[in-house]
């Protein structure tokens, strides 16, 4: 079957760097993409990786292994606004960008 | 630009009755979807759309139907709800083309079906 596993909760300190893993198995393969989501809001782009390697923007970066069918989310210098669920989805390889998502990430910032 | 609108934002529905979703686009995307998400739980793709009078099935369309008459609309159907549907419905879309990867997702209608 298709499965994506990612943490369910991890919680840092202001500043500190967090690391969100995303392992998946899926039949099919075409990029991985990140998403972030507040309470209650809509999920919103951060990242997506199609070949193998760290892409960066701003703060946040994301990884990809393919051949270990693996990817990361790092969250740097973080903030109390970064609290929030963070997703991995895979996208399919047909061309209509169809994407499957893991279960989530809540991450909790402290003072 | 509004981006991505749904209507509406909240409704309670009985077992047994129907009603209508309605997402909205004005970003000219060919491309726009439906989710749904669970408490604890990723989004599930309902049904999508790869352009204008054309749709095709998700990881879970039944007890779902949909239509895209107009580039701009998506509409997701209920014809007869079951407690089960209960959720919190995502709208999104997304342009067409290599290196197009961001969906962009509508605020959400939270349904609550007893």
């Known amino acids: 079957g298709q499965s994506l596993e990612q943490p369910s909760e991890v919680t840092a300190v202001e500043g500190a760097i967090v690391q969100i893993n995303c392992t998946y198995q899926t039949s099919g393969f075409y990029g991985l993409s990140w998403y972030q989501q507040h309470d209650g809001g809509a999920p919103t782009f951060l990242s997506y990786?199609?070949?193998?390697g760290l892409e960066e923007t701003g703060r946040f970066s994301s990884f990809l292994s393919r051949s270990d069918s693996y990817g990361y989310l790092l969250l740097q210098e973080l903030q109390m606004k970064d609290s929030a669920s963070y997703f991995c989805?895979?996208?399919?390889?047909?061309?209509?960008?169809?994407?499957?998502f893991g279960a989530g990430t809540q991450v909790v910032v402290t003072p | 630009n509004a981006g991505v609108t749904q209507t509406p934002k909240f409704r309670v529905l009985k077992t047994g009755q129907s009603m209508t979703l309605l997402c909205a686009q004005d970003?000219?995307?060919?491309?726009m979807y439906w989710y749904r998400q669970d408490p604890g739980m990723g989004l599930r793709l309902i049904h999508y759309?790869?352009?204008?009078?054309?749709?095709a099935k998700g990881e879970v369309p039944d007890g779902y139907n949909v239509s895209r008459l107009k580039k701009q609309n998506f509409l997701l159907g209920l014809e007869s709800a079951a407690p089960s549907q209960t959720s919190v419905y995502f709208c999104?879309?997304?342009?067409?083309?290599?290196?197009?990867?961001?969906?962009?997702f509508g605020p959400g209608t939270r349904l609550l079906v007893l």
């Open positions: 970003m000219n995307h060919e491309y």
């Open positions: 990786n199609a070949l193998d």
């Open positions: 759309s790869v352009g204008e009078g054309t749709t």
């Open positions: 999104a879309s997304r342009k067409s083309g290599n290196g197009q990867e961001t969906q962009y």
């Open positions: 989805a895979v996208r399919d390889p047909d061309s209509w960008g169809k994407l499957q």
